[in-house]
């Protein structure tokens, strides 16, 4: 019964903060996800992502990174908008990138719901996840009956699509777990047809990450191989086409999270204003922004790249 109470109180809590979708899984070696990950490895997908071959043990087992861990909790945050850039000519940004860096947003709220579960549970220890330590965080949502893994290696949500950040927090705590859903995918090759470097492989489900328009656009930190040269489909920061074609986006809401917000200014950049875009202009624009991974100097060679 306490298991039943403490699953329900944490869910509760979490959808209060603003998380779209909760689900809960064992804590556990991840057997088959080591092998695939392993895998992917082994053929060099993860390009210069040398931080991905970090941590393997970390990465496949959630009680090398919280002792005694029991549950991991895998969270959903929507940040589908509906806005786009006035000018189609522009160079395109991410949608997940328009406002606010999501990891300050996202880890503000999972340590809420951590003070929350050990003010009202008592002792428990856990820790906080989004995106930034090695933790497979697609893997636990798929565990977590949050959504499946599509063929362009997105996690989607049968009722909302897969516009999401995804978030964990693993505890020495047990719940009550959920179960993986079924893989909607069918027969669909959008994802695979539409990308225009050939990141997915031809049965889908694989991604190479090293042939990925937001890895050249946002990981890469050299200069861009020539080769990939009227192939990014005017894409300066990250990529959404796998997304925007997917059907499964057909069921996406808008986020209600203000930090999420554009800049004022962002989506009516014009072309040449994109172009013409000063160092002052750009921290401006993503003083807050997950943007400022890739830096002026970044921005900069990504748009040049695309005019040439």
């Known amino acids: 019964m306490q298991k039943n109470h403490y699953t329900q109180l944490i869910r509760d809590e979490a959808y209060r903060l603003g998380f779209t979708f909760v689900g809960m899984a064992k804590a556990e070696f991840m057997e088959e996800e080591a092998r695939r990950l392993e895998a992917w490895l082994s053929k ?51 949608k997940y990138a328009y406002g606010k860096d999501y990891h300050f ?35 636990w949502a798929k565990r977590s009956g949050n959504g499946w893994i599509g063929k362009n290696t997105m996690l989607i949500h049968p009722k909302q699509g897969s516009y999401f950040f995804l978030a964990e927090l693993i505890l020495d705590l047990e719940l009550i777990y959920d179960h993986p859903i079924k893989d909607y995918c069918g027969t669909c090759t959008r994802c695979i047809d539409a990308c225009p470097t050939d990141a997915i492989s031809p049965e889908g489900y694989l991604m190479d990450g090293s042939k990925c ?46 930090d999420f917000e554009p800049h004022p200014d962002l989506l009516t950049m014009k072309a040449e204003d994109w172009e013409e875009i000063t160092e002052d ?28």
């Open 44 to 94: 060099d997908y993860q390009g210069k992502m040398g931080y991905l071959e970090n941590h393997f043990e970390k990465r496949v087992d959630p009680t090398k990174l919280v002792p005694g861990a029991k549950s991991v909790i895998s969270l959903m945050y929507n940040y589908y908008t509906e806005e786009e850039q006035v000018d189609e000519t522009a160079p395109k940004i991410s």
């Open 213 to 258: 328009i937001s890895y050249f656009t946002i990981e890469l930190k050299e200069a861009i191989p020539e080769e990939w040269k009227g192939q990014f489909e005017n894409w300066m920061f990250g990529c959404d086409i796998c997304q925007e074609v997917c059907p499964w986006n057909r069921f996406s809401k808008p986020h209600q999270e203000p």
């Open 281 to 308: 202009v750009f921290q401006d624009i993503f003083r807050k922004s997950a943007v400022k991974r890739t830096k002026y100097a970044g921005l900069k060679r990504n748009i040049a790249f695309l005019k040439r």
């Open 105 to 139: 947003t996202l880890k503000h709220k999972l340590k809420s719901l951590l003070q929350f579960i050990q003010t009202e549970i008592g002792e428990v220890n856990g820790r906080c996840f989004v995106d930034s330590a090695p933790v497979l965080e697609r893997d």
